[in-house]
C-alpha cells in the first residue's frame, strides 16, 4: 500500500498551489491504514481491515492520474519528473524501514527465517513482493511473524502500475484525448472481470497480481479524469461522500479474512472510496469537513511510514516475545511502530521529500535508486543464501551448491529434500572444521529417490549424476522418509544399491519427533506452553519408518538414529537448548539449533570411517 501522492500530504513541498490541496483525501488516507493498523493488531477488532490496502489502490490510481493528467494540461509532463518525485516521495523511507528491519530479525529470527527475510528484502526492493508472496501460500495464513516483508505485496503491486501507467496515459492524451475516460473504463471493466474469474479459479493470483488489481487503480483514475471538470452542485451527488464512508466502515465488518477476497467483494470498498472522490462540490459535504479533522488528516500524512513501520514491528515483536502476555505485546507494538513512524516521518520522510524533490537534483534522486538496488537486492540474496543451505533444480546439473572447494581431506555430499537442507548450515560448518569439500545438492520440496517403475524424478537422476561425478568419501542422505516411502518402501533400497556403489561411506539420518501443531509460536501466543508429545498414531507411523530406515545399516551405510536427541523415553520432545534457543524450525523441521545436536553424532560417525579427520578437526 502506498501513500501516493506528494500533493495531498506536504503541498508546500511539493509544490503545488495549497488551493488545490484536499485535506480530506489524508483523513480518509488515515482511515485506510488505522484500518490495516487495527486488523494486524488483531484480526478480531476490525475483521475486514485489510480492505484498507484497496481504498489506497483507488486513492493511489486517484491522485497519480491527476497528477499527469494536470502536467499534461500544462504541457510540463516530464518522466523524468514524475519518477523523481516517486523516488523523493517514497524510496528513504523504505531504505531505512528495509535495514532497520534486517537489523532487527539478525539478532532475533532463527537461521531459516532470517534466510526468509532476506529473499523478503529482494523481492520487496526490486518490486516483485507480491509474485514471491503468491508463490508461497495464502496471505492470510503466511506464517506473519517470520515475514516482515509481507506487506510489501501491495507496494510492489503500485510500483508497477506506476511503471506501466503513465506512459499508456500518455500516449491515450496524444492520442484520443477526448475517449480516454471512455478506454480507462474499458480496462477496468476487463481487469474486473480478471479477478472475479481468477478469484474463483486462481485466488492467490487474484489477490496478489497487478491485472486482477488493476481495476482499482483505474477506477481512481477514471475519477481523476471526470474530476478535472468543475464540481457540479447538484443534489442528486450530494450524499454520494457521506455514502461512500459508510460503504467502507461497512466493508470493516462484512468482509473476513476466510471470504473469497478480492473478486465481488473488493466492490464494497471501491465503491465507497469512489462515492467519496465524485465531483461534487466538496465545500458542501459532511464527510468532507468531518474527513478534514485535524488529528486524522496528521495521521493521514504519516500514512505511508506507518503502513511500513507497523508490519515489521509486529512481526519481530510476535516472533521475540511470543510467550510474553497479549497485553504486553500489544503495548510494545504499538509503541514502537508509532514512534518509529513520527520520528521516519519528520526527520526522514519529510527532508528527504524537500532534497531529492528539487529539480536540480533530478540525477541525485536516480543515483539513489540505483545505489539502493544495487545494495538492498544482492544484501537480501547473500543474507538468503548464507542462512539456508538449499539447492534449487537449476543448481543440481552444475553440482549443486559448491563450498571449501580447495579443500585437501576428503569431500562430503548432501543429498535429500527439505529435511536434508535444514542441515545445510550446520554440514556446511562441519566441512569447514574437517575441511572437507561440499556440495549440497538437497532441494526443498524435491523427490531424490528412484522409482520401482523405472519413472525416475528428475531430481534422482541428476542427484545420483553427481554423486557418480563427485565420488565422495560421505553421502549425507536426508528426506522425509515417512512422506517418500509411503506409497513405495522399496525406493530406498534401490537408491542405496546405486549409491552405495559409489560414495564411500553413505549416512542416513532418521526422522526425529514431530511436534504437535499447536506447538508454534503462534500456539504459544494463544497460551500453549512445553511440554509437548508427538501425536501417538504419528510416532507409531514415524518409529516404524525410522526402524525400516535403521535396517539398512551395512558395511558402507550408516545410519544415525535421532530419537534420543530430541525426545526422552516416555515420548516428551525437547523444545529448546538449555539457553532457551528453539531446536524446531516448524512441525517437521529443525532448527539450525537442532541440527547442531545432530552435528556430533555426525562427526563421531565420520571419523570412526575416516580418523585422519581427527588431526584436520584440531582438538576435536
Known amino acids: 500500500m502506498r501513500d501516493s501522492s506528494y500533493s495531498a500530504t506536504l503541498a508546500p513541498v511539493s509544490g503545488m498551489p495549497s488551493a488545490e490541496y484536499r485535506p480530506a483525501i489524508d483523513g480518509l488516507r488515515a482511515v485506510a491504514v488505522l484500518a490495516v493498523f487495527l486488523f494486524h493488531l488483531n484480526r478480531r477488532l476490525l475483521p475486514g481491515g485489510f480492505v484498507g490496502v484497496d481504498i489506497f489502490f483507488v486513492l493511489s490510481g486517484y491522485l497519480i492520474t491527476s497528477i499527469i493528467l494536470r502536467d499534461c494540461e500544462r504541457k510540463k509532463f516530464s518522466f523524468g519528473r514524475f519518477y523523481q518525485r516517486r523516488i523523493a516521495r517514497l524510496l528513504a523511507v523504505f531504505f531505512t524501514v528495509a535495514l532497520a528491519t534486517l537489523i532487527g530479525a539478525l539478532f532475533i529470527y532463527s537461521n531459516q527465517d532470517l534466510a526468509s527475510a532476506g529473499a523478503g528484502l529482494s523481492a520487496a526492493a526490486a518490486s516483485v513482493a507480491n509474485f514471491k508472496y503468491m508463490l508461497q501460500g495464502n496471505y492470510f495464513v503466511l506464517s506473519p511473524d517470520a515475514q516482515p516483508f509481507l506487506h510489501c505485496w501491495s507496494l510492489s503491486v503500485e510500483e508497477q502500475f506506476y511503471m506501466l501507467f503513465p506512459s499508456a ?95 465481488y467483494l473488493a466492490i464494497l470498498p471501491v465503491a465507497g472510496t469512489a462515492s467519496f472522490l465524485v465531483p461534487y462540490d466538496i465545500s458542501r459535504s459532511f464527510a468532507e469537513r468531518l474527513l478534514s479533522w485535524g488529528p486524522l488528516v496528521l495521521v493521514g500524512r504519516m500514512s505511508y511510514s506507518l503502513y511500513l513501520w507497523h508490519w515489521p514491528v509486529f512481526s519481530l515483536v510476535d516472533y521475540r516475545f511470543c510467550l510474553a502476555s497479549p497485553l504486553v505485546r500489544l503495548i510494545l507494538k504499538v509503541l514502537v511502530s508509532v514512534g518509529a513512524t513520527v520520528a521516519c516521518f519528520f526527520f526522514i520522510e519529510g527532508p528527504s521529500r524537500q532534497f531529492f524533490n528539487h529539480p536540480n537534483r533530478r540525477r541525485l534522486a536516480f543515483a539513489f535508486l540505483g545505489c539502493s538496488l544495487v545494495i538492498l537486492v544482492p544484501l537480501g540474496i547473500v543474507i538468503r543464501r548464507a542462512n539456508y543451505i538449499n539447492a534449487e533444480m537449476s543448481d543440481i546439473p552444475k553440482g549443486g551448491l559448491a563450498f571449501n572447494q580447495a579443500a585437501t581431506n576428503g569431500s562430503i555430499v548432501l543429498m ?61 542422505f536426508v528426506c522425509n522418509w515417512e512422506g517418500k516411502l509411503r506409497d513405495d518402501r522399496g525406493r530406498l533400497g534401490l537408491a542405496l544399491k546405486e549409491l552405495k556403489q559409489i560414495a564411500h561411506i553413505v549416512i542416513l539420518v532418521t526422522q526425529p519427533p514431530e511436534l504437535p501443531r499447536l506447538a508454534s509460536r503462534e500456539g504459544m501466543r494463544e497460551g500453549i506452553r512445553p511440554p509437548f508429545t508427538e501425536d501417538s498414531g504419528e510416532r507409531a507411523v514415524r518409529v516404524d519408518v525410522n526402524r525400516f ?45 537442532g541440527a547442531n545436536l545432530v552435528k556430533g553424532e555426525l562427526i563421531k560417525a565420520m571419523i570412526k570411517y575416516k580418523p585422519a579427520l581427527l588431526g584436520e578437526s584440531g582438538n576435536r
Open 169 to 263: 496515459f500518455l500516449l491515450l492524451y496524444l492520442n484520443a484525448n477526448k475517449c480516454r475516460t471512455h478506454v480507462l473504463t474499458a480496462l477496468c471493466a476487463v481487469s474486473l472481470l480478471s479477478c472475479l474469474v481468477m478469484t474463483y479459479m486462481r485466488p492467490q493470483w487474484a489477490f496478489f497480481l497487478l491485472p486482477a488489481r488493476a481495476w482499482e487503480l483505474l477506477t481512481g483514475s477514471i475519477l481523476a479524469t471526470v474530476n478535472r471538470n468543475k464540481p457540479t452542485k447538484r443534489k442528486l451527488l450530494a450524499s454520494w461522500p457521506l455514502i461512500g464512508l459508510g460503504l467502507i466502515v461497512l466493508s470493516f465488518f462484512v468482509i473476513s479474512e476466510g471470504s473469497a477476497f478480492p473478486g
Open 416 to 476: 535429500g529434500d527439505s529435511n536434508g537442507s535444514m542441515y545445510g548450515k550446520m554440514v556446511k560448518s562441519l566441512a569447514n572444521e574437517l575441511s572437507l569439500r561440499l556440495n549440497v545438492i538437497s532441494v526443498a520440496a524435491g523427490d531424490p529417490l528412484p522409482r520401482s517403475s523405472g519413472q525416475h524424478p528428475s531430481l534422482w537422476l541428476e542427484s545420483v549424476a553427481v554423486v557418480r561425478r563427485e565420488k565422495p568419501d560421505f553421502l549425507l
Open 549 to 593: 530406515v535403521k535396517s539398512f545399516q551395512a558395511d558402507n551405510v550408516v545410519v544415525i538414529d535421532t530419537e534420543p536427541l530430541f525426545s526422552n523415553e516416555v515420548g516428551v520432545i525437547r523444545f529448546a537448548d538449555k539457553d532457551g534457543g528453539p531446536l524446531y524450525q516448524d512441525g517437521d523441521h529443525l532448527s539450525t539449533i
